[in-house]
């Protein structure tokens, strides 16, 4: 149950990047004076324009300008990189990236430039091409920008590590805080960091002291309540989704959450819950499923078949969803029907335990003693034995005429149901009675 919430918090890891704009221009690292690179100390009077517009967020005027400029000095760095600045804020990426890399090109120890490539893939997507340019600006001199600047480039690499590689990003967390003073969006990273890692104590710490400062923290909220969900705490859990669900109330990974704690609840909330997450996304295969498991459980085995058999339709040979889909036709007693689901099933997945049990129920009410017998040996590789199962292979043994077997199990189902199937118990002493009587 917790796939799909566990998704959609990792597919939405980088949104914080959409809080993180490239470096301002006029506050460049040191470079090398070229032909077509004033040096700090000298700066083009056209770029000195530009940048000035750029400072009054008059973005035509400070590209008009740089267009202009670079026409003749394509190869200026400063100049590529204010104009790449300028495509940035006006939402071009495809035109600030071009522009970035002329930059780099330009002068491969740009700082401003690697770091604001880097930001700028991270917040398109692209964290395989943006973590090499936020390594690169960690070796490089930030200048008049100083160590905060650089701060940043590690931030950033944190977050992009922080789901497939925790241990790293926690590092680099690490190396931004020798460089700057810890913030409560750090102390929320480490949270992430810790929970990604499965160290979950250091992350519900990390979240509480966030929400010590800011009580309506969505991120902390939703990230303490993923905590508390995978320490099985479902109640404590929901108090801190809804409270992250008043601030943010269309947000899909908080509604798979609420939906989780609810089912884990057995409250029947969750079946309205999960519609709404269906209806958001309708070809999403684990809600679907969810919303398969809670409707059954709640007794609607019609429309809890309903959504098997879509999971079905997108993935045949989904083995739990052909169990589930059986157990439906079981329940409304589909009895050939079930018997050839949970054939399918098994085949697929020999290990699942619960196709067996179903197989040997089906094989019994369909009359097929042997493969109830053959079903009931395998699901004992995997599971014990319990009352029901030595009334089934009692039945089958009985129905073979094996009656000594038959006679054996009858026992061992009395001994084992103790009162709790008074048909079956009155069934088998009665079965007794004749087998035991012939011999």
Do not use: C
């Amino acid at each position: 149950m917790l796939r799909f919430a566990i998704f959609l918090m990792i597919s939405a890891s980088l949104a914080a990047f959409a809080q993180q704009p490239a470096i301002p221009p006029g506050t460049e690292s040191s470079v090398e004076a070229s032909a077509e690179t004033p040096a700090a100390a000298h700066v083009a009077a056209e770029v000195v324009t530009a940048e000035a517009a750029i400072a009054g967020s008059d973005w035509k005027a400070a590209g008009t300008a740089l267009d202009l400029w670079l026409a003749s000095h394509p190869t200026d760095a400063r100049a590529l990189f204010d104009s790449g600045y300028v495509a940035d804020a006006q939402n071009r990426g495809d035109d600030a990236e071009k522009l970035y890399r002329r930059a780099i090109e330009a002068d491969p120890k740009s700082f401003e430039a690697h770091i604001s490539l880097g930001l700028l893939l991270a917040r398109e997507g692209n964290p395989d091409d943006a973590r090499p340019e936020l390594a690169q600006a960690t070796e490089l001199d930030p200048g008049e920008i100083g160590p905060a600047a650089k701060a940043r480039a590690w931030r950033a690499l944190a977050r992009i590590d922080k789901v497939d590689n925790p241990e790293d990003a926690s590092d680099e967390l690490l190396e931004a805080l020798k460089l700057s003073p810890e913030t409560t969006a750090d102390t929320l990273l480490a949270g992430e960091i810790a929970d990604q890692a499965g160290e979950f104590p250091a992350a519900e710490g990390a979240y509480r002291r966030v929400l010590a400062i800011d009580p309506e923290s969505v991120a902390a909220n939703s990230g303490l309540a993923h905590v508390l969900i995978a320490e099985k705490h479902y109640p404590d859990a929901e108090i801190y989704i809804r409270a992250a669900l008043k601030h943010a109330p269309e947000d899909p990974g908080l509604t798979a959450e609420l939906a989780t704690v609810l089912v884990a609840q057995d409250k029947a909330e969750a079946i309205p819950v999960l519609e709404k997450l269906h209806d958001a996304h309708p070809k999403n295969v684990d809600i679907i499923r969810m919303l398969a498991s809670v409707m059954a459980d709640g007794g609607d085995y019609t429309g809890s078949d309903h959504f098997y058999l879509e999971v079905l339709a997108a993935e045949p040979k989904d083995a739990a969803a052909l169990v589930g889909h059986g157990q439906n036709l079981i329940r409304i007693q589909r009895f050939p029907d079930a018997f050839a689901v949970f054939d399918k099933a098994t085949q697929i997945d020999p290990a699942n335990a619960d196709g067996w049990s179903g197989l040997a129920f089906a094989a019994s009410r369909t009359s097929h003693p042997d493969v109830a017998i053959h079903a009931l040996t395998m699901r004992s590789k995997y599971l014990p034995e319990v009352a029901s199962t030595y009334f089934l292979w009692a039945i089958s043994y009985d129905s073979l005429h094996q009656k000594a077997e038959a006679a054996s199990y009858y026992h061992q189902f009395l001994d084992a149901s103790a009162g709790k199937f008074p048909d079956q118990e009155w069934q088998a002493r009665q079965r007794l009675k004749l087998l035991e009587e012939k011999h």
